[in-house]
T-cell receptor
Framework: GQNIDQPTEMTATEGAIVQINCTYQ??????LFWYQQHAGEAPTFLSY????GLEEKGRFSSFLSRSKGYSYLLLKELQMKDSASYLC?????????FGTGTRLQVFP | GAVVSQHPSRVICKSGTSVKIECRSL??????MFWYRQFPKQSLMLMAT?????????EQGVEKDKFLINHASLTLSTLTVTSAHPEDSSFYIC????????????FGEGSWLTVV
């Protein structure tokens, strides 16, 4: 079966750092995506990992360990506008299988 | 600007009627498009994979006769919700892979369907 787990909700303070974890068990693996989604809007691409290690892109970084079936999204210098849902998605051939998403609330 | 366009963005229909949602790739040919459904406060659930020139591949539990998918050209896929019921009210999103074997996947803006 396909199983992708993320925490349901997280809260953090403006300016802080937050790490959103994602664990997965899927029948196939061709990469892992992180998307940001604001309520009522389509997801927007944040990062893509296919090899183990850390990918840094500005305030956002994403890490992947294929042997552990684990990824995390690291958000630094949090801003109020970062309040959104963050979706972890595993690519299995052509399909994207989404996790349940993590709703992040950033407080002043 | 958007590279995948969805239309309509919002639609209200009566129970028992059918409604069509279009997904267009702009400036690129998409041999494969994907349709997702998202209920409030839940994640995206893949409904089906739309393949240009052939039948769509549906995920387990998705009724193919209820959710008709047509991918008649390399830039257009349509999802028709037939005999809609209030429980079909949801956010429907399509996505398209930028090029064969590529990693870039673009999402449409999404379509809110409300069945009354």
């Amino acid at each position: 079966g396909q199983n992708i787990d993320q925490p349901t909700e997280m809260t953090a303070t403006e300016g802080a750092i937050v790490q959103i974890n994602c664990t997965y068990q899927t029948s196939g693996f061709n990469g892992l995506f992180w998307y940001q989604q604001h309520a009522g809007e389509a997801p927007t691409f944040l990062s893509y990992n296919v090899l183990d290690g850390l990918e840094e892109k500005g305030r956002f970084s994403s890490f992947l360990s294929r042997s552990k079936g684990y990824s995390y999204l690291l958000l630094k210098e949090l801003q109020m506008k970062d309040s959104a849902s963050y979706l972890c998605a595993v690519r299995n051939t052509d399909k994207l299988i989404f996790g349940t998403g993590t709703r992040l609330q950033v407080f002043p | 600007g958007a590279v995948v366009s969805q239309h309509p963005s919002r639609v209200i229909c009566k129970s028992g009627t059918s409604v069509k949602i279009e997904c267009r790739s702009l400036d690129f040919q998409a041999t494969t498009m994907f349709w997702y459904r998202q209920f409030p406060k839940q994640s995206l659930m893949l409904m089906a994979t739309s393949n240009e020139g052939s039948k769509a591949t549906y995920e387990q539990g998705v009724e193919k006769d209820k959710f008709l998918i047509n991918h008649a050209s390399l830039t257009l896929s349509t999802l028709t919700v037939t005999s809609a019921h209030p429980e079909d009210s949801s956010f429907y999103i399509c996505s398209a892979r930028y090029r064969r074997g590529g990693n870039t996947i673009y999402f449409g803006e999404g379509s809110w369907l409300t069945v009354v």
